[in-house]
């Protein structure tokens, strides 16, 4: 099993428009749904003046949380075709919400969902798309005097150091890659006096 995932960086816009509606698309990274609540909130007041602010996101780097809003559009011809193409990227950590402007003529659902599926498309195809490592946090509480053994390992393996403290009893806080784990932990077990564990944070 794979351990990236892709996601974009900061944000991108892309605009649809068909039979005089105009289709605002924006692209964020995001980590959590505090963040979309706090973006989609910000752009409900942004264009108070639009017919509908309709959104979708995937989190997780197994794509396993994901949400589709249709905010008053016909049920699934807008948060849908949003999401479709999110998923179409391949992408997670990240929301699109797009901002419809109503031009007078009414669309009919093949002709929403396709302006909302074309309006994200090219939101995501502006976006700066990235990879990203899935990795884990392990805290590793060793004596002085094992502190040779236990560097040499973190030099030859590379993990991420996130804190570090050298006194009497030693701590590290480590970020591995989730393929990495096992190498690592096993080699620091092998070390008599060495404990170690999975953080959560």
Known sequence: ??????????????????????????????????????????????????????????????????????????????????????????????????VRYFGGIKLGTSGLIDAYQAATEEALQAANIIEETI????????????????MRIVKEEQPKILEQDFQMNCHLRLQVRESMIERITKRLSEIRGIHWEESTN
């Open 1 to 98: 099993m794979t351990d990236t995932y892709l996601t974009i960086s900061g944000q991108a816009e892309g605009e649809y428009t068909e039979k005089r509606s105009k289709f605002l698309a924006i692209a964020h990274h995001v980590e959590n749904t505090e963040e979309i609540k706090t973006l989609v909130s910000a752009y409900e007041r942004k264009y108070h003046d639009a017919r509908h602010v309709c959104y979708a996101y995937m989190l997780g780097p197994r794509q396993e949380n994901y949400r589709a809003v249709d905010n008053g559009e016909p049920s699934g011809t807008a948060g849908k075709p949003i999401l479709r193409q999110i998923m179409s990227h391949n992408l997670t950590n990240v929301v699109v919400v797009v």
């Open 135 to 150: 990795d884990r946090i392990i805290k590793v509480d060793f004596e002085y005097a094992l502190m040779n053994s236990v």
